[in-house]
């Protein structure tokens, strides 16, 4: 990584590999409880030292979170990882990275969209094709619902 910048790394295969600072402030950008926004860095400093007692300042995620320092301590990272409920090795391994990448999306959409466990329970005890079904209307909603906003985009007038 060079200096400020959070974008994924390239390796000689041509596979992204997401920096410290893209995974540090995904977690931030997302991992947040229903019903309010990301926590704020003072939050995050008091939340890991009660849950920790290590005392990380918030100029520390600051600069983790914009790549202005990027060699924390092992300490650092455990407590941040304790944090955000991942494991630590989704700071170094890029495998474990996109598995939680791929977990924290899932939730995220539940959380914004309403999806309750109930909901959840009641759609696991359909059968695996009703499973389908509900599966493929949501998609094709989806799609639809794409194609009426490239309509109403196509369709406005340019000033």
Same mark, same amino acid.
């Given at each position: 990584?060079? #200096?400020?910048?959070?974008?994924?790394?390239?390796?000689?295969?041509?596979?992204?590999? @997401?920096?410290?600072?893209?995974?540090?402030?995904? =977690? %931030?950008?997302?991992?947040?409880?229903?019903?309010?926004? @990301?926590?704020?860095? $003072?939050?995050?400093?008091?939340?890991? /030292?009660?849950?920790?007692?290590?005392?990380?300042?918030?100029?520390?995620?600051?600069?983790?979170?914009?790549?202005?320092?990027?060699?924390?301590?092992?300490?650092?990272?455990?407590?941040?990882?304790?944090? %955000?409920?991942?494991?630590?090795?989704?700071? %170094?391994?890029?495998?474990?990275?996109?598995?939680?990448?791929?977990?924290?999306?899932?939730?995220?959409?539940?959380?914004?969209? #309403?999806?309750?466990?109930?909901?959840?329970?009641? %759609? =696991?005890?359909?059968?695996? /094709?009703? $499973?389908?079904?509900? #599966?493929?209307?949501?998609?094709?909603?989806?799609?639809? /619902? $794409?194609?009426?906003?490239?309509?109403?985009?196509?369709?406005?007038?340019?000033?």
């Amino acid at each position: 990584m060079v #200096g400020g910048d959070t974008t994924p790394e390239r390796r000689d295969d041509a596979v992204a590999v @997401p920096s410290l600072a893209h995974k540090v402030d995904y =977690l %931030f950008r997302r991992m947040h409880p229903d019903g309010r926004g @990301p926590y704020s860095l $003072q939050e995050a400093t008091v939340a890991i /030292e009660e849950l920790t007692g290590e005392k990380v300042s918030h100029n520390t995620l600051w600069k983790l979170r914009t790549g202005k320092h990027d060699n924390p301590t092992k300490r650092v990272l455990e407590a941040l990882a304790t944090f %955000f409920g991942v494991p630590p090795s989704y700071f %170094f391994d890029d495998e474990v990275f996109r598995a939680v990448e791929e977990q924290i999306e899932l939730l995220t959409v539940l959380r914004d969209t #309403g999806v309750r466990s109930a909901h959840l329970r009641n %759609f =696991l005890r359909l059968s695996p /094709e009703a $499973q389908q079904m509900v #599966g493929e209307l949501i998609e094709s909603t989806a799609r639809l /619902e $794409q194609r009426s906003r490239q309509n109403d985009t196509d369709s406005s007038p340019s000033n």
